[in-house]
Nanobody, 118 residues
Framework: QVRLVESGGGLVQAGESLRLSCAASGSTININVMGWYRQAPGKQRELVATITSGGVPNYADSVKGRFTISRENAKNTVNLQMNSLKPGDTAVYYC????????????WGQGTQVAVSS
């Protein structure tokens, strides 16, 4: 089993920055891709950014150039640096990991709230 714990959410004004962190514990050797998804009220959960164990990132078009994902395999952490935040970025942000336990499974953190005021 893998457990994901997020930190770093909060309330900021438009144009400001926030950094989210996610720490994985448990059977971390079985983790491949890690990343971040978000869900705004009344909307479906959507991809923000992912990163492979080899460090290859993938971003949603809406955050390209503003957000940066990074990963420290030795510490089993994944971070999301969010700059130039917009009110449209307001959502609950969930840490994600693809974990192999007999088969590939999606594992989620509990979520952290990010609110951006105009």
């Amino acid at each position: 089993q893998v457990r994901l714990v997020e930190s770093g959410g909060g309330l900021v004004q438009a144009g400001e920055s926030l950094r989210l962190s996610c720490a994985a514990s448990g059977s971390t050797i079985n983790i491949n891709v890690m990343g971040w998804y978000r869900q705004a009220p009344g909307k479906q959960r959507e991809l923000v950014a992912t990163i492979t164990s080899g460090g290859v990132p993938n971003y949603a078009d809406s955050v390209k150039g503003r957000f940066t994902i990074s990963r420290e395999n030795a510490k089993n952490t994944v971070n999301l640096q969010m700059n130039s935040l917009k009110p449209g970025d307001t959502a609950v942000y969930y840490c994600y990991a693809a974990v192999f336990m007999l088969r590939w499974q999606d594992t989620w953190g509990q979520g952290t709230q990010v609110a951006v005021s105009s």
